[in-house]
T-cell receptor
Framework: AQSVTQPDIHITVSEGASLELRCNYS??????LFWYVQSPGQGLQLLLK??????LVQGIKGFEAEFKRSQSSFNLRKPSVHWSDAAEYFC????????????FGAGTRLFVKA | GAGVSQSPSNKVTEKGKDVELRCDPI?????LYWYRQRLGQGLEFLIY????????KSGLPSDRFSAERTGESVSTLTIQRTQQEDSAVYLC?????????????FGSGTRLTVV
């Protein structure tokens, strides 16, 4: 069965600074990987996804993520954080295993300071 | 519709009462999912519907929880004899097809408070 670990419960960065949110997954085959963002009081929004091809994927709002098979990681990055990026970020892994469901990590809350 | 619609947005109920939560997915999305998000925690898978196939109920926490979906449209999640530990945000999502490489579109959720 697949699983996802987000080691950081919360992270604080200064506005304009770079950001990296960590995600490690466990799955026996090539996974399908996702990052979602949940802003306060809102539903989850898909930022980006990876399932094949180039291991560096670009998403919305200036985010990118890199799939590293050797490290079982799919870290999310942004070169310059804006105050509006403050939110909860969820990494997720999906797999076609007869049935299908996506497993989500516990989330990382991002705080942005001025 | 344009997005996934969930109702009610908030529900306060007394312990022991039954509640019904509704999800209206995006038109044409064959796959529909229910997740539960407890305060400060990640998303917990509950149930998955894909077209006319038998649903994957492996995430339902107890027999007090059940869900139905009519064809490829509205789904209802029913919790019987609610308990305080059922308090959470219940999120519904849909996707175009039920395969792993499609991202979900989530609704805004129903916040359930059991008092």
């Amino acid at each position: 069965a697949q699983s996802v670990t987000q080691p950081d419960i919360h992270i604080t960065v200064s506005e304009g600074a770079s950001l990296e949110l960590r995600c490690n997954y466990s799955y026996g085959a090539t996974p399908y990987l996702f990052w979602y963002v949940q802003s306060p009081g809102q539903g989850l929004q898909l930022l980006l996804k990876y399932f094949s091809g180039d291991t560096l994927v670009q998403g919305i709002k200036g985010f990118e993520a890199e799939f590293k098979r050797s490290q079982s990681s799919f870290n999310l990055r942004k070169p310059s954080v804006h105050w509006s990026d403050a939110a909860e970020y969820f990494c997720a892994v999906g797999a076609d295993t007869g049935g299908f469901k996506t497993i989500f990590g516990a989330g990382t809350r991002l705080f942005v300071k001025a | 519709g344009a997005g996934v619609s969930q109702s009610p947005s908030n529900k306060v109920t007394e312990k022991g009462k039954d509640v019904e939560l509704r999800c209206d997915p995006i038109s044409g999305h064959t796959a529909l999912y229910w997740y539960r998000q407890r305060l400060g925690q990640g998303l917990e898978f509950l149930i998955y519907f894909q077209g006319n196939s038998a649903p994957d109920k492996s995430g339902l926490p107890s027999d007090r929880f059940s869900a139905e979906r009519t064809g490829e449209s509205v789904s209802t999640l029913t919790i019987q004899r609610t308990q305080q530990e059922d308090s959470a945000v219940y999120l519904c999502a849909s996707s175009l097809v039920g395969t792993a490489n499609y991202g979900y579109t989530f609704g805004s959720g129903t916040r359930l408070t059991v008092v």
